[in-house]
């Protein structure tokens, strides 16, 4: 992944609050069959010191669409990859991806308790 994560300072770093980011249009490639597959990223964390911008972030998501991944490592990448970015107090990370042959899979990975 090429984009950089950006992040700006929490404005209530004293307060424990949750912020919510939904990216609807999330999108990359079956890695055995080169079909896309399509989901819905549902970031959830509690900030510490410092907070997600949001167009880096969706420059960072972009950068998914032609690469072959499976749904398990990218949330779990884009969990590890966000915690990286800002040392957040906790994170949970869900993948909620459209049926594919009737089945449909959502796959959540966290940080911090």
Known sequence: MSSTIE???N???ERDYE???RC???TSVCPKTGQPDFGEILITYTPAAACIELKSLKFYLQGYRNQGIFYEAAVNRILDDLVAACSPR???ITGAFTPRGGISTTVVAQHGE
Do not use: G, S, V
């Open 19 to 21: 912020i919510q980011i």
């Open 11 to 13: 404005p209530r770093p």
């Open 24 to 26: 609807p249009e999330f």
């Open 90 to 92: 906790r994170m949970r």
């Open 7 to 9: 992040t700006f300072p």
